[in-house]
C-alpha cells in the first residue's frame, strides 16, 4: 500500500483571517495538499501554499506537482506570487482549472501577477510551467485520477472528484447548495399552480443532480462558510450554509465530512459552535456520517 | 407556400425546464428545438443559425457561457441572438454574459409568461392562430 495522505494547508474563504483568535481553525486561504508517494496534487493555491511552498523547497527528492484550481477568485489564487518552487529552475509545475483552453488557463492564472499590483509577472517563474487543456476524460496525476464538474458559484467554478488508493475523495471549496429551491421558496408567489409543479420537479432534479456529484464520497470536502443567519443576508454571494451541506452530506450517504472555506469573520468559537451543531443534526438524523472541521495542518491518512 | 416559423433552440438538460419552455411556447408558431447538452446542440448548431438560442449555464458536460464563447468563434454565430437563462443569477456570470454579446439573461424561476414574451419579443413569432 502507498502512502497517502492529505493535508489541510488553508481553510478559509474569502480572505486571510490571521488573527489570534481564529488559529486553531486556521487563517489562510484554500489550500489542500494530497500526497501519494512522490505525487502531489495541491487543490486549490490560496495563502496557504505559501508555508507549503516553503516546506516543499527545502526537500530534495520531489520535485513535480499538479496544482488543480477551482476558479480564479483571489482566495483561491493568491497564493501564488508567493509559491517558491515555481520560482526555482528545477522544478515543474503543472496547473488546472477552468478554462475554454491552456491559454485561457494560463492568462487567469497569470492575471493578478502584473504591475501595479505585483511587481513581477509569471514570466519570472523559473520553473518549467505547464497548463493542461480541458479533458474530455479523467485527469490522472501518477496514481490520482480527477474528474471535474461545474458547480453553483460565480463565474466558471469546478468541484472536483479524486480516486486516490481506492478511496473517493471531493473537494468542492465554493458551491451555493439547494440554490434553486431557495429562489422558487421567494417567488412562489409569482407563479401558478402548473408552474408550482414544474418547478416543485425542478427542485427534486436539481437537488438530485447535487447528490450525484458528492455520492460515494469517502471524504468530503465541501464549503460550509455561512450560519444560516448570514446565509440569508448574503445569499447569492456562491456559499453555502453549513446546515444545508451537511444535510446533503447525509442524503448522499457520505462517509466523512470536512466543513470547509470557512467565513474569515468567524473565530475559533464561533466555528466550534458550528461544530456543535453539525454533531447534533447529524445525531437526529440518526446518520453514520462524520463530521469534522478542516483545520489548517490537519492530516488526514487516506 | 407554407408558412416558415422561426427556429428557437434551447439547450438546458433539466427535464422539467423542458416542459415548461414546451407549454409555454405550444401557442406560438416557432419551430422548437430542445437540447440536453452542449455536444448534442454543437451537432446542430455547428452548421445551422437559429432566430433565438436559449442557453442555461450548468450543462452536464460545459459550462453555457463556454458554449457560447465556442459558438461566437463561429463566422455563423458571430450574431447570432442569444438569451441566458439560468439559475446561477451572479454579477460575473451576468458580465460574461454581456461580454458575449447575449440579449437578455433571465433567472430561474421565471413564470412561462416570461419565455414566451422574450420570444415574442426577440423573434417576432406570432400565436398560431393568428
Known amino acids: 500500500m502507498s502512502n497517502a495522505y492529505l493535508r489541510f494547508w488553508g481553510v478559509r474563504g474569502s480572505h486571510a483571517a490571521p488573527f489570534a483568535s481564529h488559529l486553531n481553525v486556521g487563517g489562510n486561504t484554500s489550500c489542500v495538499e494530497i500526497r501519494v508517494d512522490d505525487h502531489i496534487l495541491i487543490c486549490d493555491a490560496g495563502t496557504g501554499i505559501i508555508p507549503f511552498g516553503n516546506e516543499l523547497i527545502r526537500q530534495k527528492d520531489i520535485r513535480e506537482l499538479l496544482i488543480i484550481l477551482t476558479h480564479y477568485h483571489w482566495d483561491h489564487v493568491c497564493g501564488l506570487p508567493f509559491f517558491v518552487p515555481a520560482f526555482s529552475p528545477d522544478w515543474k509545475v503543472s ?48 496514481p490520482i485520477s480527477i474528474e471535474y464538474s461545474n458547480v453553483h458559484h460565480p ?87 453549513y446546515i444545508d451541506t451537511i444535510n446533503m452530506a447525509i442524503d448522499a450517504g457520505v462517509k466523512e465530512l470536512y466543513l470547509y472555506h470557512h467565513d474569515p469573520n468567524y473565530d475559533d468559537e464561533a466555528i466550534n459552535v458550528i461544530y456543535q451543531h453539525a454533531e447534533k443534526i447529524i445525531k437526529e438524523n440518526n446518520s453514520s456520517l462524520k463530521c469534522h472541521l478542516a483545520k489548517e495542518g490537519m492530516q488526514i491518512k487516506i | ?43 446542430y448548431l455547428n452548421n445551422a443559425k437559429p432566430d433565438l438560442l436559449i442557453l442555461s449555464i450548468i450543462l452536464p458536460d460545459k459550462n453555457g457561457l463556454t458554449l457560447l464563447n465556442d459558438l461566437r468563434k463561429l463566422p455563423l454565430h458571430k450574431n447570432t441572438s442569444v438569451i441566458m437563462v439560468s439559475s446561477k443569477d451572479y454579477a460575473q456570470d451576468r458580465l460574461a454574459a454581456n461580454e458575449l454579446g447575449v440579449l437578455d439573461f433571465i433567472p430561474k424561476p421565471m413564470p412561462m409568461q416570461t419565455i414566451t414574451d422574450v420570444i415574442v419579443k426577440y423573434t417576432k413569432a406570432k400565436t398560431k392562430s393568428g
Open chain 1, 155 to 241: 463565474g466558471s467554478t469546478y468541484g472536483y472528484r479524486m480516486r486516490v488508493n481506492g478511496k473517493t475523495i471531493i473537494y468542492i471549496s465554493d458551491n451555493e447548495c439547494n440554490f434553486i429551491e431557495k429562489s422558487v421558496r421567494q417567488r412562489r408567489g409569482e407563479l401558478n399552480e402548473e408552474e408550482q409543479i414544474l418547478y416543485d420537479d425542478m427542485i427534486q432534479e436539481e437537488h438530485q443532480s447535487e447528490l450525484d456529484l458528492i455520492e460515494n464520497a469517502d471524504i468530503l470536502i465541501h464549503d460550509a462558510q455561512y450560519t444560516p443567519e448570514d446565509y440569508e443576508k448574503k445569499r447569492g454571494w456562491g456559499h453555502s450554509c
Open chain 1, 95 to 142: 496547473f488546472f482549472g477552468p478554462g475554454d483552453d491552456d491559454d485561457e488557463i494560463k492568462k487567469h492564472v497569470s492575471a493578478q501577477m502584473r504591475a501595479p499590483y505585483f511587481p513581477v509577472g509569471t514570466e519570472s517563474w523559473l520553473a518549467n510551467i505547464h497548463y493542461i487543456p480541458p479533458h474530455r476524460d479523467k485527469l490522472r496525476h501518477g
Open chain 2, 1 to 43: 407556400m407554407g408558412i416558415e416559423w422561426p427556429t428557437v433552440v434551447v439547450v438546458d438538460n433539466s427535464p422539467a425546464i423542458k416542459k415548461l419552455f414546451e407549454r409555454s411556447t405550444r401557442d406560438l408558431g416557432i419551430e422548437l428545438l430542445i437540447f440536453d447538452s452542449a455536444a448534442d446542440s454543437w451537432a
